[in-house]
């Protein structure tokens, strides 16, 4: 077996096989628009509601009494009283049940939460989200045992520190290559291994750590101060400054068997499980940029005076601004919605997480860029050196250098665009992936036949109409119902495309990662105004006219990408690209390297001193 079919393998059984409830965006990859599985928008109770406002409001006091963004920046630290203070409002213990010293948030306000921490410092949010959406308290409120839950819980919501150690030197998006082992030595465990990339890791109080357990990957509750465990290195990035994340090096550590989350082998099933509502912290994060994006925007447009007119009346820059709120406010209801399914727990969103994900770091990536745009000399400038000055200490670019991890972090852009076209064409694989597997033989084949032909005789009639053909469909969305029509239609289009390229591609449409990616990001904006229109309804209800007119301006704005994508899917430049990359790689093209420096390589380039002994950097809180 090859590297890529034993890493494709161990992808395979890790995701979830089933699908045992609803699933918006399933239906909506096989062209079947299902509105009624998100609108109304599931709500909350009265008592969770005025819980969830209430943390808001307390939150926002300490943040803007006792938070310094500009020293977070310039220190690349949080500093421990504000960490500390964090913990007594409860800010670690948002997703932990009451009964183990927890807020017991829902997903709602506690991604609201987030937003509201990236608004002031983005490493405050990181701090936050990676303690509680991929660190101790998800997995263990998922896969733990009463026991583990009693032991770890409660110290979590008082402010002990979590951090989830999967990413190793050789070993990113590839879980068959992790070389972190666990050896089963009677009542323990023994880990050796390296970790990359620990966020939280250097001041961590707990971890979770994924380890090979044989063959296959198993999850550990682990202390962080166990004897063996040494932070080698505190890694520093082109942004969020302030985030404690570095290299974790584990030498014959022993663990208790009892700290083992699930079973032997589960571990991979754990992560992917925890991700599935985890990511919704990462769009939110990503939402709260966007919001304080349209602010600055709108404030500096309005004030900024060019050739007599402020500049946000020029054309050039309106356009830009239109483009910044309208984004902001469907990034907002993608991931209000998302989290409103998340409580509610009556569909699967498997496929909404991982979209809100994707389409929220692409987003906010592009407001931020536009923002440094609009403010110019001043998008460009630091806030420290703005504010030095004598001037409004705006951190246009910091922002901008801040958001650009999103698109890495848990799950990279591309992996994101491979994951979800996986899960939006597991129905066809269901029932045809027999008839193009190369390991299947005639027998199975046969049988495959047999359910695809009953499958597609009743699917593919059902994809020529459908209700976004008749202008009476979805009038309870009033103005925005042609936007609603367009998804419907368009939904039935995607579908049709992904049929093609089934029958035409076979097995090597899995291969055709430039093609799926298109598919993924139609489907992502058929989301986006999908959870748009949905908001905005309801928002009319209390803020009038004003969010139609929002949401329809966005509509418009992501029909013409979608429009754009569709376009591309068949005409596209693909086949040449990739033989050129090929050629490059085989170093075919080299000469265009001629003339240039490479400073990590050529003249006095001092070697790494920073901790050439592998000193312990851990940073203890407590």
């Known amino acids: 077996m090859s590297d890529y079919d034993k890493a494709r393998e161990v992808a395979e059984q890790a995701r979830e096989q089933e699908w045992t409830r609803p699933s918006f965006g399933r239906q909506l990859f096989l062209g079947d628009f299902r509105p009624d599985l998100v609108h109304p928008a599931p709500k909350l109770s009265e008592r969770e509601t005025k819980k969830g406002e209430e943390f808001l409001a307390s939150?926002?006091?300490?943040?803007?009494t006792h938070v310094d963004p500009l020293q977070i920046e310039r220190t690349a630290q949080i500093p421990d009283e504000v960490?500390?203070?964090?913990?007594?409002?409860?800010?670690?213990?948002?997703?932990?049940?009451?009964?183990?010293?927890?807020?017991?948030?829902?997903?709602?306000?506690?991604?609201?939460?987030?937003?509201?921490a990236a608004s002031c410092s983005p490493a405050l949010s990181a701090l936050l989200s990676a303690h509680q959406s991929i660190g101790v308290p998800q997995p263990l409120r998922l896969f733990g045992t009463p026991e583990q839950k009693q032991r770890f819980l409660p110290r979590c919501a008082r402010g002990e520190i979590s951090a989830f150690l999967l990413t190793e030197p050789d070993v990113g998006s590839d879980p068959a290559r992790l070389a972190t082992t666990a050896v089963r030595d009677g009542d323990s465990y023994v880990l050796n291994g390296v970790k990359l990339w620990t966020t939280n890791g250097v001041v961590?109080?707990?971890?979770?750590?994924?380890?090979?357990?044989?063959?296959?990957?198993?999850?550990?509750?682990?202390?962080?101060?166990?004897?063996?465990?040494?932070?080698?290195?505190?890694?520093?990035?082109?942004?969020?400054?302030?985030?404690?994340?570095g290299v974790t090096r584990l030498s014959d550590v022993r663990v208790p068997a009892e700290n083992l989350?699930?079973?032997?082998?589960?571990?991979?099933?754990?992560?992917?499980?925890?991700?599935?509502?985890?990511?919704?912290?990462?769009?939110?994060?990503?939402?709260?940029?966007?919001?304080?994006?349209?602010?600055?925007?709108?404030?500096?447009?309005?004030?900024?005076?060019?050739?007599?007119?402020p500049i946000g009346e020029h054309e050039a820059v309106a356009?830009?601004?239109?483009?910044?709120?309208?984004?902001?406010?469907?990034?907002?209801a993608v991931v209000d919605l998302a989290s409103r399914m998340a409580d509610d727990e009556t569909n699967d969103i498997r496929i909404e997480a991982a979209l809100a994900k994707l389409y929220g770091s692409e987003m906010a990536w592009r407001v931020a860029d536009e923002l440094v745009q609009i403010r110019g000399g001043r998008g460009y400038e630091t806030a420290e050196s703005l504010h030095a000055r004598g001037e409004r200490g705006v951190p246009a670019e910091q922002v901008l250098r801040d958001l650009r991890i999103n698109r890495i972090f848990e799950g990279s852009t591309e992996i994101m665009h491979l994951l979800i076209a996986r899960e939006a064409v597991d129905a066809h694989l269901s029932v045809a992936g027999g008839l193009i597997d190369p390991k299947a033989?005639?027998?199975?084949?046969?049988?495959?036949?047999?359910?695809?032909?009953?499958?597609?005789?009743?699917?593919?009639?059902?994809?020529?109409?459908?209700?976004?053909?008749?202008?009476?469909?979805?009038?309870?969305?009033?103005?925005?119902a042609p936007h609603m029509r367009y998804v419907e239609r368009t939904s039935r289009k995607l579908a049709r495309a992904t049929f093609y390229a089934m029958s035409r591609w076979q097995g090597r449409l899995e291969h055709k990662q430039a093609f799926l990616s298109r598919i993924v990001d139609i489907g992502a904006e058929l989301f986006a105004i999908t959870a748009t229109c949905v908001r905005a309804q309801e928002d009319s209800r209390t803020h009038g006219p004003a969010p139609v007119e929002l949401a329809d301006a966005f509509c418009h704005q992501s029909r013409l990408r979608a429009e754009t994508l569709l376009s591309h899917l068949w005409t596209n430049s693909d086949t040449t690209d990739v033989r050129?990359?090929?050629?490059?790689?085989?170093?075919?093209?080299?000469?265009?390297?001629?003339?240039?420096i490479d400073p990590s390589l050529d003249g006095p380039w001092i070697a790494p001193t920073t901790n050439p002994t592998g000193t312990n950097v851990h940073r203890p809180i407590h």
């Open 59 to 64: 939150l926002r006091r300490y943040l803007t």
């Open 83 to 116: 960490i500390k203070g964090l913990g007594s409002i409860g800010a670690f213990g948002m997703t932990i049940d009451e009964e183990y010293g927890g807020l017991g948030l829902s997903h709602l306000y506690y991604t609201r939460a987030l937003m509201m």
């Open 204 to 245: 961590a109080d707990l971890l979770v750590v994924m380890a090979r357990t044989g063959a296959k990957i198993s999850a550990f509750v682990v202390e962080a101060d166990s004897p063996g465990i040494t932070v080698e290195h505190r890694n520093a990035f082109m942004g969020l400054r302030g985030i404690e994340n």
């Open 261 to 309: 989350i699930g079973r032997e082998g589960q571990g991979l099933k754990i992560a992917l499980t925890t991700l599935n509502t985890g990511r919704l912290s990462l769009p939110a994060t990503c939402a709260g940029a966007a919001k304080w994006a349209t602010k600055i925007a709108r404030e500096w447009s309005a004030a900024r005076v060019q050739w007599g007119h």
């Open 319 to 332: 356009g830009k601004i239109a483009f910044i709120a309208a984004t902001a406010y469907a990034l907002e």
């Open 441 to 480: 033989d005639l027998k199975a084949k046969g049988k495959a036949l047999t359910q695809a032909t009953a499958f597609y005789a009743r699917w593919l009639p059902a994809l020529t109409t459908g209700p976004g053909q008749f202008p009476t469909s979805y009038q309870a969305f009033g103005t925005l």
């Open 580 to 596: 050129l990359s090929r050629h490059i790689l085989e170093g075919r093209h080299t000469y265009v390297e001629d003339g240039v």
